[in-house]
């Protein structure tokens, strides 16, 4: 695993130690239990990072704009979050093999590391190819294809671990929703 997606995940559990005891480390079993063809997509600094830091399944904030009009041009730090929560292994694999986009994405080798909590299809996906890969919110509805859904993507960070130093403990995005309703209509 890249020196500076570590450093920046233990300064994350290190800003916030309330959010050590949410998530779970993986286990190596699990990971050797996938179907192969899942196992073979799933990069290994992705692995370590699953195994050695409890990320899997801890819910998290990201600065997200929705796609409104009128937060398209605010900065990171003036967007609502979107309520996320990472993907254990058990997890990329079910969305992998069972829903789409990411049965599609993934003959693209693009794996769906953080999933809404609405569970509607869409999330977060990164390159699997790639060691320190950008990280794209991807919409269920935005393409048929995996080159079609990538196009329309919206790039969240040009890395992941730029990605984990937007990350923040989660917000109900309805509080901030309700306290901004103007920007929107």
């Known amino acids: 695993m890249e020196r500076e997606i570590r450093e920046n995940i233990e300064q994350f559990f290190k800003n916030y130690p309330e959010m050590t005891g949410i998530g779970v480390k993986s286990e190596q079993n ?3 239990n ?5 196992e073979n997509k799933i990069p290994n600094w992705y ?8 990320i899997a ?9 929705y796609g409104w009009e009128s937060l398209k041009n605010k900065s990171q730090s003036e967007l609502p979050f979107m309520n996320t929560v990472f993907n254990s292994f ?15 994405l993934i003959k693209e ?33 935005c393409g048929k294809n995996a080159s079609e859904l990538i196009k329309n993507g919206q790039i969240i ?11 923040r403990p989660p917000e109900f995005a309805d509080k901030w929703l309700n306290e901004n309703e103007h920007l929107w209509k």
């Open 30 to 32: 699990i990971f050797q």
């Open 34 to 38: 996938l179907k192969r063809k899942i």
């Open 47 to 54: 692995k370590e990072l699953l195994i050695e830091y409890p």
């Open 57 to 65: 399944d801890l819910k998290i904030g990201i600065p997200f704009n």
């Open 90 to 104: 058990e997890n990329i694999e079910f969305i992998a093999t069972e829903e789409f986009p990411g049965f599609e």
């Open 109 to 141: 080798n693009h794996i769906c590391i953080a999933e809404d909590t609405n569970k509607d299809g869409d999330g977060y996906y990164i390159n699997t190819k790639e060691q320190n890969p950008r990280v794209i919110y991807i919409y269920h509805d």
């Open 157 to 167: 960070s040009e890395s992941f671990s730029d990605f984990v130093k937007l990350i």
